[in-house]
């Protein structure tokens, strides 16, 4: 934990590590307004799960090779340990919490890979429901080789990828089952976004 104190100029600073400037960073994260006082070179995805607890984003590699850091940026996917948390003040952050619906039951997709087993550790999961949901908004009925590419940027050391590929076409059939609707952001007043209904918004 950050001890914030003041320098002279008036600058929030980290006392413990010698009077390192921090930067408030302000997000939407799953639709919350969210913020935290950090170092310039916070990554996002230590800001996501050690500075606002949301644990659900997994590091593995750090160097942008595995996908299990994946999140959502304006809804579409990117490498949380790839970028500083100070690069998206402002931003509009979803991360597999936000994939869940708003009464706590699977999203779509996580139910998907309970229905085909698409897991095992789990270590790599999150990163895939990331993936698959903004994938899934635009191509919303994929083939199974489709499926396959879509998630070709995410490493899995369990699964050999069958079940996977079996979650992504499980999502999209459950997807289109769905009610779709256009209700209101809970972030941004006056705009609308299409979602099925009960599920967790996710940005166009
Ligand atoms: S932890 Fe970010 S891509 Fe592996
Ligand atoms: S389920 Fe273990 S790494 Fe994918």
Avoid: K
């Avoid at 104190?5 to 390192?20: K, L, P, Y």
């Avoid at 879509?150 to 289109?176: D, F, H």
């Amino acid at each position: 934990m950050l001890v914030e104190v003041r320098d002279e100029a008036g600058n929030m600073v980290n006392d413990a590590s010698g009077g390192e400037r921090l930067h408030e960073v302000s997000m939407v994260v799953n639709g919350v307004h969210r913020s935290a006082a950090v170092p310039a070179r916070r990554l996002l995805s230590d800001f996501l799960r050690h500075d606002l607890g949301l644990t659900g984003t997994h590091v593995g590699c750090e160097h942008g090779v595995c996908g299990a850091c994946t999140v959502l940026l304006g809804g579409r996917p990117i490498r949380a340990c790839l970028q500083f948390a100070v690069m998206h003040d402002g931003a509009e952050i979803t991360t597999v919490e936000g994939c869940a619906r708003q009464d706590g039951e699977l999203g779509t997709v996580q139910q998907a890979f309970r229905d085909c087993h698409g897991l095992q550790c789990g270590f790599c999961t999150p990163g895939f429901v990331t993936t698959i949901t903004a994938y899934l908004e635009e191509n919303p009925s994929p083939t199974e080789e489709e499926a396959r590419e879509a998630i070709a940027g995410n490493l899995c050391r369990c699964t050999g990828y069958q079940n996977i590929v079996a979650s992504v076409l499980r999502a999209a059939e459950l997807r289109a089952t769905e009610p779709r609707t256009m209700e209101p952001r809970t972030s941004e007043p006056g705009t609308t976004v299409l979602r099925a209904a009960g599920e967790a918004e996710v940005s166009p």
